[in-house]
């Protein structure tokens, strides 16, 4: 048995954070400890989401933990916000995205965009785990260009008709309620885009999970149509409009994700650094060997840089500061980062690296998902790569 | 319910503690603190009693540091209600001077139950619950590992060597808590944020020097590498005769 988690803060970039943020850090991570890592190597085996963690996440109260205590959430700030995202993220990509869809993608636009009523409505129940949303913004053929998204919403006398079809949406079967963003206007018209709450038991509306998945492999995936769904007037997010409100969306979610990622890369460093002392090859740890120090070197180095741009871009955020392309630049850097330091530590681990009993494996595959979901890395260099130049390289 | 909840501020148990160059204390430096895990015990105790009568306090006592008010925030994050520090920068190592301030701070109010984690994990002396207990002229049972409570009367049972010992008591009560009483709860992130605002008073204490002293601490001597006989039954015999002929124990 490993010993538990110590967290990894080579800067102290703890006395970067007050006494309630790394109380609500060291709650998440005991609770993580306790509850997560034991079950979550079978989980990913089996290839299921393991419900059995919704009551105890909805209790500490992880989901839009951001969001005001009026709606029944924790009113936290973006810090805390974030190492909610670290520690579970250290756990499994695939229950922090759980977490980030429920809270960032459906309990968010509800909140900005909803109704009063449609917010109190749905975001107690959301935060108490009682309903668990979806988003579905990506479609079979539309995946990094939204914009030419072909579902559409068409206003009858008493409601709306939506068809089409989406991809790839985390919760999608196991949700109560699916966010799906849908063009009210022509195709060519990505400015008709609107946001519609859509209860799952909708006539007209399936979710079929995406099988053969090699990656996030704790979380569903999957594909749901949606043909002739009427819902109600009232269905519809009333301050949504154009493209700009899911990617407000995708903004938010993103933001957790850079925190996340630096989890997976804590988790997989840990990990990497205890196997590195006790696994002796050669007559000497295969830590005392300049080659796997190397590799454990960068791995620290590559992690405090993310920790340190996770909490400037945290207060920044609170200070509502902080822009999209900041948020793209963290999510693009940290998951990459990731991405690198679980292939290390996989390596590093030999044979044992393969191994669902140990971490880096599943961690590796499951940040291929986080690389390419939430904008693609690619996605990212573009945006930053317009920021910088004022030049748009997508199309 | 009028419940205190004395608690402590002790070093986590999984960080690996040094010895400062005076080689009588902890190096504290990266250490990191958290509320004792007995005392874990003892405050979700508590909170479960007044959540059981619908009404009443729980205060948490803890005496040590100014940065037990951390430790103290920890245990109103759980849920209670309001917290003293006895603040003092050094606690000395005699369970008795600990127990008279204690039982000083608590003699002020009137209370139907006090509580103690069974022990505290850095010095493992046992002993502060029931000296307080003592000291303000209440009955004690230590190391309750279940209790029943029905008006003014009690039943606790403790695990004693080969059993459980059941013992009645009266209220009010000095009760010490054991593993196995109940699971503690996380502190609910609302709550955390909840337990920054509520009362926490700071009072600072005097305690005398005491009866005992440290004079040396010392890590426990290195374990030396274990040997792999062999596997399955094939080993029996190997084992066997090592255990006979070189660690002569059987
Ligand atoms: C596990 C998982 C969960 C997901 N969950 C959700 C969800 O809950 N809701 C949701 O709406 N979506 C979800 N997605 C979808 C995800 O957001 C998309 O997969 C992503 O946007 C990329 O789209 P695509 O897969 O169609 O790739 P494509 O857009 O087809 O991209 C293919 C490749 O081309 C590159 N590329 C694309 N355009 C350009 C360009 N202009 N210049 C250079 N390179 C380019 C990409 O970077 C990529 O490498 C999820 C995906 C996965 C894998």
């Known amino acids: 048995m490993a010993a538990k988690f110590q967290g990894v803060d080579f800067y102290q970039v703890d006395g970067l954070l007050s006494e309630e943020e790394r109380?609500?850090?060291?709650?998440?991570?005991?609770?993580?400890?306790?509850?997560?890592?034991?079950?979550?190597?079978?989980?990913?085996?089996?290839?299921?989401?393991?419900?059995?963690?919704?009551?105890?996440?909805?209790?500490?109260?992880?989901?839009?933990?951001?969001?005001?205590e009026a709606y029944g959430c924790a009113g936290l700030n973006n810090i805390a916000y974030g190492l909610i995202m670290q520690e579970l993220e250290r756990?499994?990509?695939?229950?922090?995205?759980?977490?980030?869809?429920?809270?960032?993608?459906?309990?968010?636009?509800?909140?900005?965009?909803?109704?009063?009523?449609?917010?109190?409505?749905?975001?107690?129940?959301?935060?108490?785990?009682?309903?668990?949303?979806?988003?579905?913004?990506?479609?079979?053929?539309?995946?990094?260009?939204?914009?030419?998204?072909?579902?559409?919403?068409?206003?009858?006398?008493?409601?709306?008709?939506?068809?089409?079809?989406?991809?790839?949406?985390?919760?999608?079967?196991?949700?109560?309620?699916?966010?799906?963003?849908?063009?009210?206007?022509?195709?060519?018209q990505p400015d008709s885009i609107r946001g519609f709450i859509v209860p799952t038991d909708s006539k007209g509306f399936s979710a079929k999970d995406q099988k053969g998945k090699l990656s996030l492999r704790a979380s569903d995936t999957s594909e749901l149509v949606l043909q002739d769904v009427h819902v109600p007037k009232d269905a519809i997010l009333p301050k949504s409009g154009g493209l700009k409100s899911p990617l407000m969306c995708l903004t938010a979610a993103r933001y957790g994700i850079a925190w996340g990622a630096v989890g997976a890369a804590m988790a997989?460093?840990?990990?990497?650094?205890?196997?590195?002392?006790?696994?002796?090859?050669?007559?000497?740890?295969?830590?005392?060997?300049?080659?796997?120090?190397?590799?454990?070197?960068d791995m620290l180095t590559e992690i405090t840089k993310a920790q340190l741009l996770c909490v400037q871009l945290g207060r920044l955020k609170d200070e509502g500061k902080s822009t999209p392309q900041q948020v793209s630049l963290a999510k693009r850097n940290n998951v990459s980062m990731a991405t690198d330091v679980a292939r290390e530590a996989r390596r590093l681990l030999g044979a044992n690296g393969i191994l669902a009993e140990y971490q880096a494996l599943r961690h590796l595959a499951n940040l291929e998902s986080v690389y390419t979901y939430e904008g693609t890395h690619d996605i990212h260099t573009l945006i930053l790569g317009q920021e910088i130049t004022g030049l748009n390289a997508f199309n | 319910m009028k419940i205190a909840v004395c608690i402590k501020r002790v070093p986590d148990s999984e960080t690996r503690v040094k010895i400062a160059t005076d080689g009588k204390s902890l190096d504290e430096a990266g250490v990191k603190f958290v509320l004792n895990p007995y005392d874990e015990f003892a405050v979700e105790e508590a909170l479960r009693r007044k959540e059981q009568a619908g009404s009443g306090e729980v205060v948490?006592?803890?005496?040590?540091?100014?940065?037990?008010?951390?430790?103290?925030?920890?245990?109103?994050?759980?849920?209670?209600?309001?917290?003293?520090?006895?603040?003092?920068?050094?606690?000395?190592?005699?369970?008795?001077?600990?127990?008279?301030?204690?039982?000083?701070?608590?003699?002020?109010?009137?209370?139907?139950?006090?509580?103690?984690?069974?022990?505290?994990?850095?010095?493992?002396?046992?002993?502060?619950?029931?000296?307080v207990a003592e000291l303000v002229d209440l009955p004690c049972v230590s190391a309750v590992s279940h209790v029943e409570i029905a008006g003014t009367t009690g039943v606790a049972e403790r695990?004693?060597?080969?059993?459980?010992?059941?013992?009645?008591?009266?209220?009010?009560?000095?009760?010490?808590?054991?593993?196995?009483?109940?699971?503690?709860?996380?502190?609910?992130?609302?709550?955390?944020?909840?337990?920054?605002?509520?009362?926490?008073?700071?009072?600072?204490?005097?305690?005398?020097?005491?009866?005992?002293?440290?004079?040396a601490l010392k890590p426990p001597p290195e374990r030396k590498e274990g040997k792999i006989v062999g596997e399955g039954p094939a080993a029996v015999g190997e084992l066997v005769r090592l255990l006979r002929e070189e660690a002569k124990v059987l």
């Open chain 1, 23 to 68: 109380a609500i850090r060291d709650t998440v991570r005991e609770w993580v400890d306790d509850n997560l890592i034991p079950i979550i190597g079978e989980a990913y085996v089996a290839g299921k989401f393991p419900k059995q963690l919704i009551p105890g996440m909805a209790e500490l109260g992880l989901f839009g933990a951001n969001l005001p």
């Open chain 2, 60 to 131: 948490v006592v803890c005496l040590g540091p100014a940065a037990a008010q951390e430790t103290i925030r920890t245990a109103l994050a759980m849920g209670a209600d309001r917290g003293v520090l006895l603040q003092a920068d050094k606690i000395p190592t005699d369970p008795f001077e600990s127990a008279k301030v204690i039982a000083a701070e608590l003699k002020g109010s009137s209370w139907d139950l006090v509580l103690f984690g069974r022990m505290a994990i850095d010095d493992y002396h046992h002993q502060v619950g029931p000296l």
């Open chain 1, 91 to 188: 756990g499994d990509s695939g229950v922090r995205s759980f977490a980030s869809v429920q809270g960032a993608l459906v309990m968010y636009p509800i909140y900005t965009f909803g109704s009063e009523d449609q917010k109190k409505n749905w975001l107690p129940q959301m935060a108490s785990g009682k309903v668990i949303g979806c988003f579905g913004l990506t479609e079979p053929d539309y995946g990094s260009n939204p914009a030419a998204m072909i579902t559409v919403a068409k206003e009858t006398k008493d409601g709306w008709v939506l068809n089409g079809a989406k991809m790839w949406i985390t919760n999608g079967s196991t949700a109560q309620a699916a966010i799906i963003w849908a063009k009210t206007g022509a195709l060519d």
């Open chain 1, 268 to 297: 997989c460093y840990d990990e990497a650094v205890s196997y590195a002392k006790q696994r002796v090859m050669f007559g000497k740890p295969i830590g005392g060997f300049q080659l796997q120090q190397a590799r454990l070197a």
């Open chain 2, 159 to 215: 695990e004693i060597e080969g059993g459980i010992e059941v013992v009645d008591f009266s209220l009010p009560a000095v009760l010490t808590t054991d593993k196995g009483l109940n699971e503690p709860r996380y502190p609910a992130l609302k709550g955390i944020m909840a337990a920054k605002k509520k009362p926490l008073d700071v009072k600072p204490v005097q305690l005398g020097r005491g009866a005992l002293e440290i004079v």
